[in-house]
């Protein structure tokens, strides 16, 4: 019944920003875990960013500094604030989460559509 849908993807120049959203389609009751991994061509998909239901946040060695992930549980929303971006950033990136919906008994895992952000050098 949920679904994840991502937006803010585009082109930008290195050294340059972007914000990713991530937006529930319906009510959450709980989220266990949400995060944010991205794919390069011809390479794996690799986690960038996750929160975990007890506040830890993990980062990509590669991104940490410099990417910031965030939500926001009124709008069901889930964020990541990406600055100084660089060539090697570019991929599509994919909104992940493990949530129980409202209304729905037991855990989901849910993948957003993926959006494209492209660095140029």
């Known amino acids: 019944q949920v679904q994840l849908v991502e937006s803010g993807g585009g082109l930008v120049q290195a050294g340059g920003s972007l914000t990713l959203s991530c937006a529930a389609s319906e009510p959450i009751f709980s989220i266990n875990a949400m995060g944010w991994y991205r794919q390069a061509p011809g390479k794996q998909r690799e986690l960038v960013a996750s929160?975990?239901?007890?506040?830890?946040?993990n980062y990509a060695d590669s991104v940490k500094g410099r990417f910031t992930i965030s939500r926001d549980n009124a709008k069901n929303t889930l964020y990541l604030q990406m600055n100084s971006l660089k060539p090697e950033d570019t991929a599509v990136y994919y909104c992940n989460a493990n949530i129980q919906p409202r209304g729905v008994r037991g855990n989901y895992v849910y993948w957003g559509q993926g959006t494209q952000v492209t660095v140029s050098s």
């Open positions: 929160t975990i239901s007890g506040g830890r946040i």
